[in-house]
């Protein structure tokens, strides 16, 4: 799939085939996600993949918006290591890239999952602080691993409906605002 047709394309998958990634491919897309650019090049990211169903199912009382996860072929939840990133803590000066570097990661491993026919969905954890807590309970994490987004795979048993046109030439500001 070219690379300009695979981002206009993805969309939101929900509905999965009962059918397993082979993880030859489930390699491929995270080798993906570790190509994303990332701030001081630090590449905190990490990546659980979890196949067990029972957890796929329990995710729903994490992170009430991921009910359909349980029909997954897995589930990669994307983590950053917040000992590794790009980050600062002074007096007048609290920042770190960790959230940045995570999102971008994601977004490459969706992309590559669905240039490969494979469906996803980008589930929100961080910044929510209780359900970044209850993940690293539930997952066992260390506490500089923080789980960023829960992101279902499996090959898609729907399709979406292409959305109205988003591009929307207004909200590109020319030399000015
Ligand atoms: C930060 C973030 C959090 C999201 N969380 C959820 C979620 O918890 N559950 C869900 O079904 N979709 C979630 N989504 C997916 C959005 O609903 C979806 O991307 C949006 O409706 C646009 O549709 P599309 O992905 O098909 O283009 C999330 C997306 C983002 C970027």
Redesign the pocket.
């Known amino acids: 799939m070219e690379l300009m047709e695979g981002i206009l394309t ?3 998958i ?1 509905r999965y085939q009962d059918k397993k990634i082979d993880k030859s491919v489930l390699e491929e897309i995270i080798k993906a996600a570790q190509f994303s650019p990332s701030a001081h090049n630090k590449q905190p990211w990490e990546f659980l993949i979890i196949e067990d169903k029972e957890i796929l199912a329990e995710l729903r009382y994490i ?1 009430r ?2 009910s ?1 996860a349980k029909d997954a072929a897995c589930v990669v939840i994307v983590c950053g290591d917040t000992e590794k990133s790009f980050s600062r803590s002074k007096e007048n000066e609290e920042w770190d890239f960790v959230d940045v570097d995570c ?1 971008i990661a994601t977004q490459s491993l969706m992309l590559a999952a669905w240039s490969k026919g494979i469906g996803s ?4 954890a961080a910044p929510m602080q209780s359900i970044v807590d209850a993940l690293r309970e539930k997952l066992q994490l260390p506490e500089n691993i923080r789980p960023f ?2 992101v279902p795979l499996g090959y898609p048993d729907e399709t ?1 409906k292409h ?1 109205d046109d988003r591009y929307k030439p207004e909200k590109i500001h020319w030399g000015k605002w």
């Open positions: 993805r969309r939101s929900r992170q918006w991921t359909f999102a969905c980008y589930c929100g987004a829960i979406p959305p």
